[in-house]
C-alpha cells in the first residue's frame, strides 16, 4: 500500500504541468512595535525571499521559503532607536483540491515547521545598548485559496495561524543564558497575485499583513534581579515581489 502512494505521488509530480516553482525577489515592510515601559517604535525593513513551491492539481502541495529583512525602529524618546534584523524559516506541506468548470479553483490546507529569529540592538537614550535576540519556532495551520480565472493570471488568500511551541531570549550581556518566554500565538495574511509571463516565468505580487506577540519572562538573574522582560506587540504590513522560475 505504502509503494503504491509513492508511485501515484511521483507520477502526479511528473506528469504535472511544471508544479514546481523557485522565485526570488525584494521584501519591504513597515512595522510597528509596541513596547510595555518603552513606548512605541516605527520603522522600514528591507529585505529578501527565496521560495520553493510545489503545487499538484489534486495532489501535494509544499513549499519551503527562507526570509531576511533589516531596517530600523524609531522610538519616542529623542534618538532611541532599534536596530532589527528577523530571520524566517518556513516549511509547509498539504494537500491541493480543485472545482470549477475549468477546474480554476484551487484549495490547500497545510500545516508545518516555522523558525523565526528577531535580533534588536536597542540604541535607549540614556540607557546601555544591549542586543535581544529571540528564539521562536511556531507550527503553522492554515489555507492556500486561489482562484485562476485564465491561464496567465491568478489570484489568492493566504491566511496562517501560527502556534506557538516555545520562545527563548539570549541578552549580549548575559552570555551563554537564554531566557524562556511565555508563548504566544500570531496569524499572517497574504493575498498573492500571480502573473504567468510564459510556459516557464511568473512574475508575483504579494501583499501580507501581520499580526505577532512576544511573550515575557518572570525569570531572575543570579543575584536575584528581575529581567524584566515584559511582553510586546507588533503589527506588520508589507508587499513581496517575486521573480519566479517553474519547471
Not at 491561464?151 to 516555545?166: K, L, N, P, R, T
Not at 510564459?198 to 501580507?208: C, D, E, I
Request: hydrophobic letters at 40%; proline letters at 4%.
Amino acid at each position: 500500500m505504502k509503494f503504491r502512494l509513492l508511485f501515484l505521488l511521483l507520477v502526479t509530480v511528473v506528469f504535472a504541468d511544471r508544479p514546481n516553482n523557485l522565485s526570488v525577489g525584494p521584501v519591504f515592510e513597515r512595522t510597528h512595535l509596541k513596547t510595555n515601559g518603552q513606548g512605541n517604535y516605527d520603522g522600514n525593513l528591507w529585505g529578501a525571499e527565496l521560495a520553493y513551491t510545489l503545487l499538484v492539481p489534486w495532489g501535494l502541495y509544499a513549499r519551503a521559503s527562507f526570509d531576511i529583512i533589516d531596517g530600523n525602529l524609531t522610538g519616542p524618546k529623542n534618538g532611541s532607536h532599534i536596530e532589527e534584523t528577523d530571520f524566517f524559516i518556513v516549511g509547509r506541506v498539504g494537500g491541493v483540491f480543485n472545482w470549477g468548470h475549468k477546474q480554476q479553483y484551487y484549495l490547500a490546507p497545510y500545516a508545518g515547521y516555522m523558525l523565526q529569529t528577531i535580533s534588536r540592538r536597542e540604541h535607549i537614550t540614556g540607557e546601555q545598548t544591549l542586543t535581544y535576540t529571540y528564539f521562536m519556532p511556531y507550527v503553522p495551520v492554515g489555507f492556500y485559496l486561489f482562484m485562476q480565472p485564465f491561464f496567465a493570471f491568478s489570484i489568492g488568500i493566504d491566511f496562517c495561524y501560527q502556534i506557538g511551541i516555545e520562545t527563548y531570549l539570549a541578552i549580549s550581556s548575559l552570555k551563554g543564558s537564554r531566557w524562556a518566554l511565555s508563548r504566544k500565538n500570531n496569524w499572517r495574511l497574504e493575498l498573492p497575485i500571480n502573473y504567468r509571463c510564459n510556459q516557464a516565468v511568473n512574475l508575483r505580487f504579494v501583499p501580507y499583513a501581520y499580526s505577532g506577540k512576544i511573550g515575557s519572562s518572570s525569570a531572575v538573574t543570579s543575584t536575584g534581579l528581575p529581567l524584566g522582560i515584559e511582553s510586546q506587540s507588533y503589527s506588520t504590513w508589507g508587499m513581496k515581489v517575486a521573480l519566479g522560475y517553474n519547471f
